[in-house]
T-cell receptor, first 114, second 116 residues
Framework: AQSVTQLGSHVSVSEGALVLLRCNYS??????LFWYVQYPNQGLQLLLK??????LVKGINGFEAEFKKSETSFHLTKPSAHMSDAAEYFC????????????FGSGTRLQVQP | SAVISQKPSRDICQRGTSLTIQCQVD?????MFWYRQQPGQSLTLIAT?????????ESGFVIDKFPISRPNLTFSTLTVSNMSPEDSSIYLC?????????????FGPGTRLTVT
């Protein structure tokens, strides 16, 4: 069984500040981990993915995430927030062992204050 | 990647009726899924749409309520049957793209359903 926990349903940062969105996972097999972003009234866009290669993964729009097996974490960061980053962010897990469907976390809404 | 379209993009339906949502992909894909996103919530997997055979449903979802068809590798439909206000959600289809089984999953724009 797999699960994802996102700590903090709402995160608010100032424009230019560091963005840190937390994600912890549980998986009985080596996981594949993903971050998706959902802008208001839009579908999901893949930000980045971890698939057992480099533990530090760079994605689109300046975001990156680090896979830490010892901490079962895959936190999303961005050095400097932009107003356009305001959205809902979802962490998700799947695996290589047959089941490809994603298990999603509950989501974190990022607000960026001017 | 894949370009995925869904029809309709949104609809308002009366309780007791049914709505069929279409998902079209611009390339042949092995794996296709249907998810539900209830208002203010995360995404929950409804079922895996299997080409040429019955869909595989997740716990809490049944074929009588959410019949799914997948006649080929580029198209699928999800029907929401005998709707109630609790079915008001965004319904999204997704596909796995890549060599072999692949790992990246791409989502359609979603169908926003309101049941009155």
């Amino acid at each position: 069984a797999q699960s994802v926990t996102q700590l903090g349903s709402h995160v608010s940062v100032s424009e230019g500040a560091l963005v840190l969105l937390r994600c912890n996972y549980s998986s009985s097999v080596p996981p594949y981990l993903f971050w998706y972003v959902q802008y208001p009234n839009q579908g999901l866009q893949l930000l980045l993915k971890y698939t057992s290669a480099a533990t530090l993964v760079k994605g689109i729009n300046g975001f990156e995430a680090e896979f830490k097996k010892s901490e079962t974490s895959f936190h999303l960061t961005k050095p400097s927030a932009h107003m356009s980053d305001a959205a809902e962010y979802f962490c998700a897990v799947s695996s290589d062992t047959g089941r490809r469907a994603l298990t999603f976390g509950s989501g974190t809404r990022l607000q960026v204050q001017p | 990647s894949a370009v995925i379209s869904q029809k309709p993009s949104r609809d308002i339906c009366q309780r007791g009726t049914s709505l069929t949502i279409q998902c079209q992909v611009d390339s042949q894909v092995t794996m296709m899924f249907w998810y539900r996103q209830q208002p203010g919530q995360s995404l929950t997997l409804i079922a895996t749409a299997n080409q040429g055979s019955e869909a595989t449903y997740e716990s809490g979802f049944v074929i009588d309520k959410f019949p799914i068809s997948r006649p080929n590798l580029t198209f699928s439909t999800l029907t929401v049957s005998n709707m109630s206000p609790e079915d008001s959600s965004i319904y999204l289809c997704s596909v796995v793209v890549g060599p072999g089984q692949g790992v990246e999953q791409y989502f359609g724009p979603g169908t926003r359903l309101t049941v009155t």
